[in-house]
């Protein structure tokens, strides 16, 4: 995965290091080595609903409240089991995954950047356009251009 730098590269990452990270918390309850209490411990059904919202609605306008709600969790345990488990906050993760699938629509050859910042769900072209210079390093038109080369 890390040598590919394929679209979703990096959710993949995380999700390979949190599959080990369960499998090693496992595997030292087994042995009695947990030091920490359950109530620590995230719910993974809780945040694998959380995400899976994202997923589904990241083109609509989004808060933090509506994910909370879909998750079945208060808004400040969603926010800390979500940087616990995830490496960064809701709204952290819903523009890094927007961005990912703007990415997607910037290698089609008629896709203006505009269209594809709205169809992601940013409601501004300025506000797309740094999230997105900040993520990947470029603006959305130098990545297009790049990807039509290729």
């Not at 999700?15 to 990270?21: G, K, W």
């Not at 995830?86 to 927007?98: D, E, P």
């Not at 709205?118 to 210079?133: E, K, P, W, Y």
Request: glycine share 4%; aromatic share 10%.
């Amino acid at each position: 995965e890390f040598h590919d730098r394929k679209i979703g590269m990096e959710f993949r990452l995380r999700a390979l290091l949190s599959e080990i990270l369960v499998r090693i918390l496992r595997w030292e309850e087994a042995g009695k080595r947990v030091a920490h209490s359950m109530h620590d411990q995230p719910n993974w059904v809780q945040i694998e609903k959380a995400l899976r919202f994202i997923q589904e609605h990241y083109a609509e306008p989004l808060y933090v409240e509506q994910i909370a709600k879909a998750s079945g969790l208060a808004v400040s345990r969603l926010q800390s089991v979500f940087r616990q488990t995830v490496g960064m906050s809701c709204v952290q993760y819903l523009r890094a995954y927007r961005i990912t699938q703007a990415k997607a629509l910037l290698c089609v050859p008629e896709m203006r950047v505009t269209e594809a910042a709205l169809a992601v769900g940013f409601d501004t072209l300025s506000h797309f356009n740094t999230s997105f210079r900040n993520l990947i390093g470029m603006s959305p038109t130098e990545y297009a251009q790049s990807q039509q080369r290729k």
